[in-house]
């Protein structure tokens, strides 16, 4: 329910996040007001969880959509985020 982070590609960030249920959630805005249709995903992050969401976009007919894709190579996502500028979350999290 809070907004942690505005990206411009490329660029990531990292939220720290309790463990439990939680909700991830993506949304843009654009000139124009062609906006594209939010992205979601639920997540049940456990103690010692590292996940990675690829943020995209998937082309529509009439309206684009977001789309957060989980990773499966934690590792080798990490290594590819390295190279990228990191981006501080607005607020607090855990």
Do not use: E, Y
């Not at 976009?57 to 985020?81: E, H, I, P, Y």
């Not at 390295?82 to 979350?89: E, N």
Request: charged letters at 15%; hydrophobic letters at 45%; proline letters at 5%.
């Amino acid at each position: 329910g809070h907004d942690v982070a505005q990206l411009k590609s490329p660029a990531s960030t990292r939220i720290v996040v309790a463990p439990g249920a939680h909700a991830l959630g993506a949304s843009m805005k654009v000139a124009g007001g062609l906006d594209p249709n939010s992205g979601a995903a639920a997540i049940d992050v456990k103690a010692g969880d590292t996940l990675v969401f690829r943020l995209s976009m998937k082309m529509g007919a009439l309206k684009n959509t977001l789309v957060l894709d989980r990773q499966a190579d934690v590792a080798g996502s990490l290594q590819r985020l390295a190279k990228t500028s990191m981006v501080h979350p607005l607020i607090p999290t855990v």
